[in-house]
């Protein structure tokens, strides 16, 4: 049993939605319990996990908020966007409604939540399920670039939760992306208090910055 | 030497492995002593009766002595019937833990006055005679040694074997109240529902859990059926149902493409999906499961039924619990009428502001009977929709081991949403001492994933200590009362 930490390395929230079977389960399996499996039940409300990680020597912790997808649920699980600082938004290649529900949910995601700077928090796109064999959608990379520029994604991979494709490495460049914008606001609203190891390649490590 | 270590190490394992390793341990010592023992053990396997002398086989092997329990002397041979009644307790065990019906009782009673048998092994007494004699001191040692390990394995198996006495006679007693309740519940209540439900010994019957095989009539009994639903109408129902999984299959997922956001959320592909994720360890919903094709009816037969409220998640793990219990239009009728209680019509029509009334009447139960936690909760922002959702979306068929589940089905039946609330709070008590010690992330994930040896005894304990009193109030007027404050 783990027991009450109080640590003060960085916490980050961060959600995985997208569409009911795409994968965020499955996704968040492998990348905190390093398993997979086809039995996955499917998620009611919302499902945590916590993966911690070693960033740069210091210790960053992952909070994920496995947001259950049906829309119906929307309302309900909306609530649950609030402080999330990261987002994954994942679509099942294999399912073209649900890559069209893309841009459904991170319009949902940016009206619901924006950072204090005004910029939306960093999200990156995940083509899951990329072991099917049918991924004509992602086929032209220049596409899904463009894609991503245009709607606001600062990246996208091609995953296997079941293959273990790109997995761990989406999730380092959300974290790298997640730690910039921490920066960025940090030296936007209090330049003052920088202290000289902060900047652009290393990542704070100001732990009494982050709440726990 | 290493004869010594090996003959040991394969104690050990028997002293480990208990008493059904016995004769596998006793077949494999017999390979060591004696290569042309192990055709006896053919015999012995295809021969049953023909038991073999332990006591001639020792003296065959020179420097070799089967030690311990001489089988032959202290207790009778073996006789091809314990054979096979050991076989069976243990295949009993391998097995899924149910009993088989064909098995007679009192076959498996008698296994309840087995003795530790720890002792049957071997060791080396002398070297061989074409080896130099082990000193003398060496040879005591190693006799020390035997003793205390004797000595001690007899200890722990005596141990194991009370344990295990003890858990058979808890199990038979189980089973018997369990036998006793069905005669009771299938004589007198059932027969006499509309007058026995609502009587002291019959409510206290009925928490003790409904024995399975009543258990599907007393939950449609007590749902009721308000809708007045038919097995022709779902029949009705479900024929509109395949009509339209017809037409999805004959244009496919093209048809996807075009339809709006409603069409695609009522969308049968949804329930497809679902059916899969239900119960996956059981491997009967899924597809090519027994059940796999009887769940999605129900469900799709639903959303013709009941097109206002659609196919919502969490509604295959309750059609799949009531299909457990219940025969298909039984279950549908069941389905159908639970679902339509005014908690699951918040909840499955995703009514925010009804469910977050639900949640500050739970709140207010949880603060009366769990001050600590409750502050704790407070304190790491942890709020009981975060739990609450799965919990009552799914009447804890998903969080609960089914077992368990099914026994607050049971109460939930009788005593209506209130108990899934208290159910709630008995849970949070069970767990309130390791909870007080986790930060939000953990308490979050403990409480969306359960612990899987959840005792059921102790659940309900826990539920019992908890009134839903506050102050004077009970459940329904304190969450009527938060009804009516939004209202205004």
Redesign the interface.
Known sequence: MIMMWFCLCPLFQVLVIGDLGVGKTSIIKRYVHQTYSTNYRATIGVDFALKVLNWDSETVRLQLWDIAGQERFGNMTRVYYREAMGAFIVFDVTRPTTFEAITKWKEDLDSKLMLTNRESIATVLLANKCDQGREVLTNNGVKMDQFCKDNGFVGWFKTSAKENTNISEAANFLVKHIMATENDFLKSVVPDTISPKLNDSQPGTCSACYKS | MKLVESVQSCYLIKAKGGYFEESKIYVSSLIITHTLSWLFCLFRGLFSKKHIEPKGLSQNVPGWKLFGKVAARESPPKDSRTIQQEYEARAGKAGSGGTSPTQPQHGRRKNLDFEPLSTTALILEDRPSNLPAKPVEEAQRHRQEYDEMVAEAKKRELKEAQRKRKEMKERFKQEDSIANAMVVWNHDILPNWDNMRNTRRVRELWWQGLPPNVRGKVWSLAIGNELNITPELYDIFLSRAKERWRSFSETG?EA??GAS?AD??SSLD?IK??IS?????LFIFQKGGPYHDLLHSVLGAYTCYRPDV?Y???M??IAAVLILNLDEADAFIAFANLLNKPCQLAFFR?D?DL?LKYFAAFEVFFEENLPRLFNHFQNSNLTP??YL??WI??LYS?SLPLDVACRVWDVFCRDGEEFLFRTGLGILRLYED?LL??????S??FL??LPEDIDSDRLFACIAAMPMLNGNKKWSQVSSSKHKKTGK
């Open positions: 997922s996807d493409d956001l695609r959320e949804l999906l679902d994720r239900t119960f996956p360890p659609g919502v998640q969490g295959s793990f995703v925010h469910m929709d975060l959702i799965d979306f799914t998903k390791v010690q986790m930060d939000f992330i953990h979050a994930q969306t994933r």
